[in-house]
Each structure stands twice: as C-alpha cells, then as structure tokens.
C-alpha cells in the first residue's frame, strides 16, 4: 500500500501567484480531508469530502482558497492569489467510512509564499 | 465549543525513563479519542484510538492511553522512552460523524 501521495513536497512561489497541492488517497477511502499546519494555529482542517462530494468547508479560509475531487482518486487544493500568510504545511489525509477516525495522514506539502 | 487541550507545549526526558503526555477534551458525550504522532518532516501517523470499552488501550510502538471520564482526560503513556519516540504528539477528538478536532501538540524531546 503506497500511503496516501502528496505533490509537491515543497513549493515555494511569489505572492499573487496561483499554487495547486494535489493529493492521492489511499484506494478504497471514501474520506478524504484536506487540513493545513502552522505553528501559530496548530492542525486545522480546510475541507473534507465524502465520496467525491465536499461535505464541509467552513474551514476554508477565504474564496482565494479551493478544492475539488473529480475523482476517488485525486484532488487538488487551490490558492489563487497566495499570500504570505498562506505559508503552511498542507497535509492531505483520507479514511473509510467504516473507520472514518481513523484517518492516514500524507506527508504533506510544505508551502512558502514570498 | 468542542475543544481539546495539551497542557503540555515540549517535554524533555532522559533515554529509559518513563513518560506521560496530557491530553484534557470539553464534549458534550463520550468522544472517540486519538493519539497521532508526527516525525520530523512527516505526515501524522494514528498511535492509539479509543472508542469504547476498556478504558486503557494499547497503541503501536509500545504506547498506551487511559480514557479516564471523570477528568475528561486521555493521558498517553510509555514505560521507556527510545530516542526515536522524539516528535510532536497530537490528541485528538471526535464525536459523532463531526470532523477531529486536534489540540496544539506537545513535542518530545529525548536526551541521552
């Protein structure tokens, strides 16, 4: 099992430009979460779907911020126009719904907004 | 509001020695209640759940917790810390079908 895959690891861009985070999760889930990390605001989740379908993105910070699932296996995390204070880890992480807690988190990508 | 709190911001202890991370959650019911771990440069990776039950559970990597109601409290602990236990621990809380709340994470630091 290949984990839940992430691209990029690292990004770094100017501000005002548009980044795109990507994620594979693990086949089979049906779960899929996008959260970011920052040392000021700990762990925080920006979006979560349910078999394709955004179920709740209330944690989705501004409209500069978007997510889609065309697919059980990929999504993207879009920021247009990034900001400085964008600069985060994002982490990707799915599960299924029989063990919908149990959530199997990918290694993140590490973003740096100039 | 649902919150869960570590106390706890960075720990250090000795290589042997005995460990316990605080976890404390304000819910309205029994939760479901996690412990993940993250590496340096690493997603989180689940240690231990609890759901129901007994109330001491055993993880991965020698690591156990005990849900205990009446502090609102899921301490998680190890007999003898390894240097490779450094990382950040994270606490974790659920209810229902509602998304998991984490609390700010406590990082480990081990010393020779």
């Known amino acids: 099992d290949a984990g839940v895959i992430q691209s990029p690891r690292h990004e770094v861009t100017e501000m005002g430009q548009e980044v795109t985070l990507r994620c594979k999760p693990i086949s089979g889930h049906d779960y899929l979460f996008w959260y970011r990390q920052t040392m000021m605001r700990g762990l925080e989740l920006l979006i979560y779907f349910n078999n394709n379908v955004p179920i709740d993105d209330s944690g989705m910070p501004e409209d500069r911020f978007s997510a889609k699932m065309p697919n059980a296996s990929f999504s993207t995390l879009k920021i247009q126009p990034s900001e400085p204070r964008d600069s985060a880890v994002y982490f990707c992480?799915?599960?299924?719904?029989?063990?919908?807690?149990?959530?199997?988190f990918g290694p993140g990508t590490r973003l740096t907004v100039t | 509001a649902q919150s869960v709190t570590q106390p706890d911001i960075h720990i250090t202890v000795s290589e042997g020695a005995s460990l316990e991370l605080r976890c404390n959650y304000s819910y309205g019911a029994t939760p479901y209640l996690f412990w993940y771990v993250q590496s340096p440069g690493q997603g989180l990776q689940l240690l231990l759940k609890?759901?129901?039950?007994?109330?001491l559970v055993q993880g991965i990597k020698g690591f156990e917790a005990e849900f205990k109601r009446s502090q609102s409290s899921f301490n998680l602990r190890k007999p003898s810390v390894h240097w490779s236990d450094a990382a950040e621990y994270f606490c974790a809380v659920g209810e229902g079908n509602t998304p998991l709340v984490f609390g700010k994470g406590t990082r480990l630091s081990v010393i020779a």
């Open positions: 609890y759901f129901s039950g007994d109330t």
């Open positions: 992480a799915s599960s299924f719904s029989g063990r919908y807690y149990e959530q199997y």
